[in-house]
């Protein structure tokens, strides 16, 4: 099978993040990435970061196999431009559309033998979370994605773990890690979502043949909106492909 060559997009964080990737999690290849962190909304900047991207490589959209889109949780606003890009862009080029979760790919990069928490900063003294655990070599996820307050999370973990995710410095002082035995905190490197690992990710989905339906792709919020919140609408977890 040819290798997968995806445009990988991430707006899930303040932290943009665009990336080509060549293969999957096993053996890929970043052919270029580009993150940015300020005060430039997505909006304003995610376009031209994938022309310039695009254009400093020499990659047309000939080239490129398919798009891989952050799903989420994350960011309300940032998941809806991610989205509405990644829609726009495989539409119009003809190319399937591949999406994982934010919390999957930020557990995508940990090698332990520890149970993995990701912790993602959802705002409002709480934090998107799921539990994973790498078994032969492969990550496997444990249970829903979930939104909690970081006490109620560390009331769930009773081995050791390696924490991962900004949440666990947003909330480092309720976490309270020291009171878990065998607790470990990744590198800082690894606290936030990368492009390059949402392509290697979406490249094993584009292998499995799990691909979205890019007219119906929506993000995966997790935690209702205020508007819903107000109105008394709940979020009910739904599965994805990846």
């Known amino acids: 099978m040819t290798q997968p ?6 707006t899930a964080t303040n932290c943009s993040s665009v990336a080509i990737t060549r293969g ?23 376009l031209t970061s994938i022309e310039w991207l695009m254009a400093e490589v020499g990659m047309d959209w000939q080239g490129l196999t398919g798009i891989a889109v952050s799903l989420g949780p994350g960011s ?6 991610g989205m509405a890009t990644a829609k726009g862009l495989a539409t119009a080029a003809g190319l399937p ?51 909690l307050a970081p006490e109620s999370l560390v009331a769930m973990i009773d081995e050791p773990v390696l924490f991962v995710g900004d949440g666990v410095r947003v909330y480092s002082d309720r976490l309270s890690l020291s009171a878990l035995a065998g607790a470990e905190i990744a590198p800082a490197i690894l606290h936030t979502i990368s492009a390059t690992a949402l392509g290697f990710c979406a490249a094993d989905c ?20 205020d508007a819903e919140l107000n109105l008394g609408i709940k979020v009910t977890p739904r599965p994805i492909p990846c």
């Not at 309300?76 to 431009?81: K, M």
């Not at 990701?118 to 934090?127: F, M, N």
């Open 5 to 10: 060559v995806l445009l990988a997009i991430d």
């Open 24 to 46: 999957d999690s096993l053996c890929g290849e970043v052919i270029a990435s580009l993150s940015l962190s300020s005060g430039i909304t997505h909006s304003r900047r995610l």
């Open 76 to 81: 309300f606003t940032g998941l809806r431009i």
């Open 97 to 147: 559309l591949y999406g994982v979760s934010s919390l999957d790919v930020l557990a995508s990069r940990c090698v332990t033998d520890k149970l993995i928490c990701v912790a993602l900063d959802a705002r409002k003294k709480e934090v998107y979370t799921a539990l994973y655990r790498r078994v032969g070599g492969e990550i496997q996820r444990l249970g829903d994605y979930q939104v």
């Open 206 to 225: 584009a292998i499995r043949g799990e691909m979205l339906d890019t007219a119906a792709a929506v993000p995966l919020y997790v935690r209702a909106s």
